[in-house]
């Protein structure tokens, strides 16, 4: 799939109880944003900075995280969700093989389970991320 403007997919959308971010967004855009809550900024430099490279894509640095990880742990607290879609082949009317795309959301420790090893082959797609409003709300720096 190639990728014609990857401005597409820094983004970040709020409704009434998650904050969803694009999964081409570095830490650094992150905390660039005026559209990121000031708690999430605060978690990024208190915590997150400790660990990682602030130029480094949400998405790379889920892909390594291990469980031991401060951050690991940061993100399960904050309820993070990873939305990721794949393709696979149907048999449509008449016998005709067709695409069909299907998306799933999942919640970060099953996410770090077997689907990320199929986002690392390239078998799935990151579409994007969410936090809870709620965890994050309830989330003490």
Not at 87 to 113: E, L, M, S
Request: proline share 2%; hydrophobic share 40%; aromatic share 12%.
């Amino acid at each position: 799939m190639e990728i014609q403007n990857e401005n597409d997919f820094k983004y970040v959308i709020q409704d009434t109880n998650c904050i969803y971010l694009g999964r081409e967004l570095t830490y650094a855009e992150m905390m660039d944003k005026d559209d990121i809550p000031f708690k999430f900024k605060a978690v990024i430099s208190a915590h997150i900075a400790r660990d990682t490279d602030l130029n480094r894509r949400l998405a790379d640095h889920i892909l390594q995280i291990s469980d031991g990880e401060f951050t690991y742990r940061i993100f399960e607290q904050l309820r993070l969700t990873v939305r990721v879609c794949y393709k696979v082949q149907k048999k449509g009317f008449g016998g005709r093989i067709k695409d069909k795309w299907i998306h799933k959301a999942y919640p970060f420790r099953q996410f770090c389970g077997e689907p990320r090893g199929l986002v690392a082959r390239g078998d799935m797609m990151i579409e994007d991320f969410s936090i809870s409003k709620l965890a994050l709300m309830a989330l003490n720096i």
